[in-house]
């Protein structure tokens, strides 16, 4: 007797994105002990925990001391004072009514969008934007639903929805039927927007043919445009058509800490094999009460914290320091004669590579000759060639002393 794999993870690139840049930043280091390198490459956070977020994370480590208030497990879909501090804070103010047994508070949004497809059917066809956030295809990868990948870089089985320059980052419906669609918004990793009405094409679609849309809205807080939306529910009828995901990673420097949350709408149906209708709530509250214990009380509480007055205003001044530096990338890189996009309501900006240059190509010029790291577009998908993205999580002194370096190379 052998042992057999999971055959389709032979079919995954072999190592994940950022763990790819993470080796060759390493190999360039090892080379270059001395290189000052400038990391704008993942998007991790570089400030800390605002004061009110630590004062609470602290105090519920305190009880945690105390057998009087200590706290074993708690409910796998969260706490209820932290699903009523999301709805309150993250909705209400949208004019959006959830119930708290629509958010499903967990460690993160990468973990709930590579978990979500566990709970549909292998035969549901996938379309997904083109970049992408690679998590969203290499799990349906893994779960069996493409196949190979082809010469193009692209999965068989998948559809992909093309954004770039040509459509101003905006995808167009799906050009074959299929069942579930990722949309992520404001976008990772082009930093672009969808305004409400484009928003709601989607939407519409998603009610006319029976499809869900699986919306990463994990950016929201960075939004700066009056038309964009803060959440897909603030469009007529997508709580019948979408799930949503949010953190407090890249909003509260959580990346570190882990805590995010899933909204399922009790509306949201599906289909089992006889084309019976099956809501869709109770199967994702079902796989995480059996996968998962729940995030932390002390974690919680921290997240809770982020709804405070003070918490709000701190995070606040977090959000504006990294969106300066959004600012000035966009403002630098236009002023060399580089094409950028997003960066207005996003962390991340796109560039268009100079001379058509191959994003890997730019990627080990910017490392080799100006010791900044990028994150190279074609990483993301096929449409994603001749572009790299820049995060403006670095420090302001950092990002502007990157932007002075880049300024000096010959394209
Ligand atoms: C990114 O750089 O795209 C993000 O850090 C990915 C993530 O949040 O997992």
Same mark, same amino acid.
């Given at each position: 007797?052998?042992?057999?794999?999971?055959?389709?993870?032979?079919?995954?690139?072999?190592?994940?994105?950022?763990?790819?840049?993470?080796?060759?930043?390493?190999?360039?280091?090892?080379?270059?002990?001395?290189?000052?390198?400038?990391?704008?490459?993942?998007?991790?956070?570089?400030?800390?925990?605002?004061?009110?977020?630590?004062?609470?994370?602290?105090?519920?480590?305190?009880?945690?001391?105390?057998?009087?208030?200590?706290?074993?497990?708690?409910?796998?879909?969260?706490?209820?004072?932290?699903?009523?501090?999301?709805?309150?804070?993250?909705?209400?103010?949208?004019?959006?009514?959830?119930?708290?047994?629509?958010?499903?508070?967990?460690?993160?949004?990468?973990?709930?969008?590579?978990?979500?497809?566990e709970i549909f059917g292998l035969d549901n066809k996938i379309a997904v934007t083109d970049p992408v956030y690679t998590v969203y295809v290499d799990t349906n990868v893994m779960a069996g639903r493409t196949g190979e990948m082809g010469d193009d870089g692209m999965y068989?089985?998948?559809?992909?929805?093309?954004?770039?320059?040509?459509?101003?980052?905006?995808?167009?419906?799906?050009?074959?039927?299929?069942?579930?669609?990722?949309?992520?918004?404001?976008?990772?990793? #082009?930093?672009?927007?969808?305004? +409400?009405? !484009?928003? =709601?094409?989607?939407? %519409? *679609?998603?009610? $006319? /043919?029976?499809?869900? &849309?699986?919306?990463?809205?994990?950016?929201?807080?960075?939004?700066?445009?009056?038309?964009?939306?803060?959440?897909?529910?603030?469009?007529?009828?997508?709580?019948?058509?979408?799930?949503?995901?949010?953190?407090?990673?890249?909003?509260?420097?959580?990346?570190?800490?882990?805590?995010?949350?899933?909204?399922?709408?009790?509306?949201?149906?599906?289909?089992?094999?006889?084309?019976?209708?099956?809501?869709?709530?109770?199967?994702?509250?079902?796989?995480?009460?059996?996968?998962?214990?729940?995030?932390?009380?002390?974690?919680?509480?921290?997240?809770?914290? #982020?709804?405070?007055?003070?918490? +709000?205003? !701190?995070? =606040?001044?977090?959000? %504006? *320091?990294?969106? $300066? /530096?959004?600012?000035? &990338?966009?403002?630098?890189?236009?002023?060399?004669?580089?094409?950028?996009?997003?960066?207005?309501?996003?962390?991340?900006?796109?560039?268009?590579?100079?001379?058509?240059?191959?994003?890997?190509?730019?990627?080990?010029?910017?490392?080799?000759?100006?010791?900044?790291?990028?994150?190279?577009?074609?990483?993301?998908?096929?449409?994603?060639?001749?572009?790299?993205?820049?995060?403006?999580?670095?420090?302001?002194?950092?990002?502007?002393?990157?932007?002075?370096?880049?300024?000096?190379?010959?394209?």
């Amino acid at each position: 007797m052998v042992v057999k794999i999971n055959e389709n993870y032979l079919k995954l690139k072999s190592s994940y994105l950022f763990v790819e840049v993470a080796r060759r930043e390493a190999e360039f280091v090892e080379a270059n002990p001395d290189a000052d390198i400038i990391k704008m490459g993942i998007g991790d956070v570089t400030k800390p925990l605002v004061p009110a977020v630590v004062d609470a994370f602290k105090s519920a480590v305190d009880e945690m001391a105390d057998a009087e208030t200590f706290m074993g497990y708690g409910p796998e879909q969260g706490y209820g004072f932290l699903a009523e501090a999301i709805i309150e804070n993250d909705y209400k103010k949208y004019g959006i009514e959830l119930d708290t047994s629509e958010v499903f508070i967990s460690d993160g949004a990468k973990c709930d969008t590579g978990n979500i497809q566990e709970i549909f059917g292998l035969d549901n066809k996938i379309a997904v934007t083109d970049p992408v956030y690679t998590v969203y295809v290499d799990t349906n990868v893994m779960a069996g639903r493409t196949g190979e990948m082809g010469d193009d870089g692209m999965y068989e089985g998948l559809t992909y929805l093309k954004c770039n320059a040509d459509n101003d980052f905006v995808p167009e419906l799906p050009s074959e039927p299929v069942d579930i669609i990722y949309l992520c918004y404001p976008n990772n990793p #082009t930093g672009t927007t969808l305004t +409400k009405d !484009q928003l =709601k094409v989607f939407v %519409d *679609y998603a009610k $006319e /043919n029976k499809v869900i &849309i699986l919306f990463d809205a994990a950016y929201e807080a960075f939004i700066h445009e009056d038309n964009v939306p803060h959440s897909i529910y603030e469009i007529e009828g997508a709580r019948e058509v979408a799930i949503e995901f949010k953190s407090f990673s890249k909003t509260a420097g959580f990346t570190g800490t882990r805590c995010a949350y899933t909204v399922v709408p009790k509306e949201l149906m599906a289909y089992d094999g006889e084309g019976n209708v099956v809501e869709v709530n109770p199967l994702w509250n079902r796989r995480q009460t059996t996968k998962f214990n729940g995030v932390s009380y002390p974690v919680q509480k921290a997240a809770e914290a #982020t709804y405070s007055e003070d918490g +709000k205003a !701190q995070i =606040k001044e977090v959000l %504006d *320091y990294y969106m $300066e /530096n959004a600012k000035v &990338i966009r403002e630098s890189l236009t002023d060399m004669g580089l094409e950028v996009y997003g960066g207005i309501s996003s962390p991340y900006i796109w560039v268009k590579t100079p001379n058509d240059m191959d994003s890997w190509d730019f990627f080990d010029i910017l490392l080799n000759e100006a010791n900044v790291i990028g994150t190279p577009g074609s990483g993301f998908g096929p449409s994603g060639e001749g572009y790299l993205r820049l995060t403006a999580f670095n420090t302001l002194e950092n990002t502007k002393e990157a932007m002075e370096r880049i300024s000096k190379l010959e394209f």
